[in-house]
């Protein structure tokens, strides 16, 4: 079992930056590729980013690709997303999960794929 905890969200005003933390206990996650999702207001949870256990893959949706960064800190045993540049369109709780049942090289973009979840942080993006 994997308990993730997410934290770093807040609100920002457009074009401003923030770092989201994802915290993992229990089992360690070395092995687990590691995923952010988030969900706006009456839409489906989305993907954001990925990242491969081995973390030498990483994969983005279109709509944060060069603004958003995933990282992983194994000895922390921790996962961030740093994002800049940030739009009201990305207003939306963010949610951490783990997928156990990767290879070093995956990076799961579908929900289904994620065996853990976090509990999210809210992202709120002023215009």
């Known amino acids: 079992q994997v308990h993730l905890v997410e934290s770093g969200g807040g609100l920002v005003q457009a074009g401003g930056s923030l770092r989201l933390s994802c915290a993992a206990s229990?089992?360690?996650?070395?092995?687990?590729?590691m995923g952010w999702f988030r969900q706006a207001p009456g839409k489906e949870r989305e993907f954001v980013a990925a990242?491969?256990?081995?973390?030498?893959?990483?994969y983005y949706a279109d709509s944060v690709k060069g603004r958003f960064t995933i990282s992983r800190g194994f000895a922390e045993n921790t996962v961030y997303l740093q994002m800049n540049s940030l739009k009201p369109e990305d207003t939306a709780v963010y949610y951490c999960?783990?997928?156990?049942?990767?290879?070093?090289?995956?990076?799961?973009?579908?929900?289904?794929?994620?065996?853990?979840w976090g509990q999210g942080t809210q992202v709120t993006v002023s215009s």
């Open positions: 990242i491969s256990w081995s973390g030498g893959n990483t």
């Open positions: 999960a783990a997928d156990r049942d990767s290879n070093p090289v995956a990076v799961p973009t579908i929900r289904r794929e994620y065996d853990y």
């Open positions: 229990g089992r360690t996650f070395t092995y687990y590729a």
